[in-house]
């Protein structure tokens, strides 16, 4: 049995009110492709998401990229297609041992910081996804989840 499967991250919320310096954050989904359940490796994949800052020249922009939940848990989110579902996990480091999420149940999210070059700077992140092995899926075709991407940013010392 093959699915076609797609985790969506949604670049929807960002921190705060606007100032001199400004931030967005985009992404790419987290497309799974094919799974087969009688396959005794885990599926795996990845996605990106990409922090764009505006500014003055040279300022520090200090933030942090949190994953909302989406269906199921951090550390076991759910797919759904329909009236089945198939357990994904979205994670911070390649060994996906870290699940991403919003610092909560056991989740990590990321802080990083950069100086602004030439008014603008662009940084992006790998998430690493995995669909693990063993689930009998009574449906098949596709399969999706969509949860929210939050950056929070802070420069010059003030949050934005």
């Not at 990229?65 to 759910?78: C, V």
Request: charged share 10%; hydrophobic share 30%; net charge positive.
């Amino acid at each position: 049995m093959k699915i076609k499967l797609l985790a969506s991250l949604l670049m929807v919320s960002l921190g705060g009110a606007l100032s001199a310096q400004n931030c967005s954050v985009s992404t790419s989904g987290t497309a799974f492709g094919d799974y087969s359940a009688s396959s005794n490796q885990p599926r795996d994949t990845s996605g990106t998401i990409v922090v764009i800052c505006h500014g003055t020249e040279r300022s520090q922009i200090s933030y942090t990229i949190k994953l909302g939940l989406g269906g199921g848990t951090f550390s076991l989110r759910q797919m759904k297609s329909t009236n089945s579902s198939l357990s994904y996990g979205l994670y911070i480091d390649a060994s996906r041992t870290q699940p991403w999420g919003d610092g909560t149940g056991g989740a990590s999210y990321l802080s990083d910081s950069f100086s602004l070059i030439n008014s603008s700077s662009t940084k992006s992140y790998t998430v690493y996804g995995r669909i693990p092995t063993g689930q009998s899926l009574s449906l098949t075709g596709a399969y999706a989840d969509s949860l929210t991407v939050t950056l929070t940013y802070s420069a010059g010392g003030g949050q934005n």
